[in-house]
Each structure stands twice: as C-alpha cells, then as structure tokens.
C-alpha cells in the first residue's frame, strides 16, 4: 500500500506504538538488506513506512529540501484506509488524526534526510521522534564519483578494458573538474548514457529494459546529490547510531578519512553492512531502544 507517491507500507501493524519512519533507497535488485527485513524481525506493533523518491525529472529532486517537501507533503496521506487486500494501514486513531511519529530511521546516506525529516517532525507534534541510524554515511562528490565507477565496473562483461578505463578516467576529469555537487551529478549521468547505451544494445537489452536501469541510476544519483545540500551533523549528535563491522562503511569509513562525527550513542553490531538490516541481534537492539 502506497500514500501518495511519497510513501510505501512496510507493514500491516497496528498503531499503538506509533508510527516508524524509514528512509532509505530501495530498489528492485539491490543486493543489501532492507528495512522490510528490519520490520519483518521487529514485529507488528508499529505502523511503519518507508520513503518513496520523486521522480528524478520532478522538481522535487533538485534540492535536498525539495526531497523533505516531498516527504512531509506527503505525511498527510498517511491515513487508516484499507488498501486493496484489506489490510488497514492503521494510520488514524480515534480522533481520526495521524498518531505520533515515535522514531525516523536512516540508512547510509538516508541518514541524512532522516535527521532533517526528524527535526522537521519534531516542529509539528509534541514530542520529537527518536532519530536512528543505521551506518550513517555523508554525501559528497566523492561519493557519486565511487558510485560512477561501480556503475561503470558493471558494464565490464560487455565492453571492453580500453572503454571502462576511458569511462572512468571521463569520470575522474569530471570530479576534479566540476566544484558543484548537482553539475557533478549531471555530467556523470551524461557519461554513464554516452558509455552505457551501446554496451546494454551490446548486451541484447531493448530500450524499455535499458531506460528503467538508467532511470534507477539517475534517481539515485539525484538522491545522493541532493543530500550533499543537508548538514546532518547537529540533529546526528542526538541519535542512537548502529555500526557494523564493514571498514568502508558507515562511521567505520569516515573515521578511516579521518572525519570525526559524533553522534548520541553509538552500539556497534557484529554483521555486515550489506546483511545489517536482516540481522536479528540488531533487530532484538532497535526493539529495545524503541522500548525506552
């Protein structure tokens, strides 16, 4: 069940405990867990939902504050009607308002948007949610350069070395090159067509199927560009953060850049970033924090 086109159910609880709200870029394919596995191990006490990105051509995804408007918008529809297997989203209470938000979750670089939609949330009901992290990372031009190569290093069955390494050296020139985040973040798309669209036609794949991965790619580097204009730093420094074991991840890999951030409480968990969200020990850790 989807509000608007800003929000999708991860489950069919009640609303007792109040609402959970997840951000995070989920997409069809994506190799990590998600917070519906997260959900799936915590139980039906809480209503949660999950953020949904506008479209990348939307106005909405020029600015980090485009995505907030996007996703506070569409809070309002999140209401107790029945969708259409008959589950009720449980989103009304008696009075026939929305409940209270009782914590905003953030993976990697949803972290960001999720310690400005907290603060937000915060302004509109009496209590502020808690803010939980989930390796929390920054965005910044290095990270849209690293996730152009891995997009790039994709196409290696397809094309040949000479090409990858002309992608990637086009890539870096650019990175170096190009100061602003949201231009960066345009010629990269630029690239990964002019590079991509003979090596998917290589590949047998007919437009239809070769335009939904290009769109997947730009919808997230959108995403990840517009979380470049937030400071999540001061609304981080009153979250419970859960970090993993993987060094190139979350508050494990900006500490390696030497980036110090600080956060509210950090609870460290045996497990992988790519496994974290389906891992019950961090799941039985969220069910008590949120039990405080």
């Excluded at 994506?30 to 479209?55: H, K, M, Q």
């Excluded at 973040?185 to 998917?200: N, S, W």
């Excluded at 036609?201 to 560009?225: H, M, P, Q």
Aim: glycine letters at 10%.
């Amino acid at each position: 069940m989807t509000a608007g086109n800003a929000w999708k159910s991860l489950t069919g609880g009640g609303n007792s405990r109040g609402i959970l709200l997840a951000v995070d870029f989920d997409t069809t394919g994506r190799p990590e867990a998600r917070f519906a596995d997260l959900l799936a191990n915590l139980g039906p006490e809480f209503a949660a939902w999950e953020t949904v990105p506008p479209a990348a051509d939307a106005e909405a995804a020029r600015s980090g504050a485009g995505y907030l408007d996007h996703w506070t918008r569409g809070l309002a529809d999140l209401t107790g009607h029945s969708g259409t297997d008959g589950v009720t989203g449980g989103l009304t209470g008696t009075d026939g308002e929305r409940p209270a938000v009782h914590a905003v979750l953030g993976f990697c670089g949803g972290a960001i948007y999720a310690a400005a939609l907290a603060e937000r949330i915060a302004e509109q009901q009496d209590e502020a949610p808690l803010l939980v992290l989930f390796d929390p990372e920054l965005s910044t031009a290095q990270t849209l350069i690293w996730q152009f190569h891995k997009v790039i290093g994709f196409l290696s069955a397809v094309i040949s070395e000479e090409q990858i390494a002309e992608a990637r050296e086009m890539g870096q020139q650019a990175f170096d090159e190009i100061p602003d985040v949201m231009a960066l973040k345009d010629e990269l798309l630029r690239l990964m067509r002019e590079f991509g669209e003979p090596a998917l036609i290589a590949a047998g794949l007919d437009e239809t199927r070769r335009e939904e991965l290009f769109a997947v790619f730009e919808s997230f580097l959108c995403y990840l560009a517009a979380a470049s204009q937030i400071d999540p730093l001061p609304r981080w420094r009153s979250a419970v953060s859960y970090s993993s074991t993987s060094p190139l991840s979350g508050l494990n890999a900006m500490r390696s850049a030497g980036l110090e951030i600080e956060v509210g409480e950090e609870i460290r968990i045996d497990t992988d970033h790519g496994v974290m969200l389906a891992d019950k020990e961090l799941a039985s850790a969220v069910a008590r924090l949120l039990d405080r």
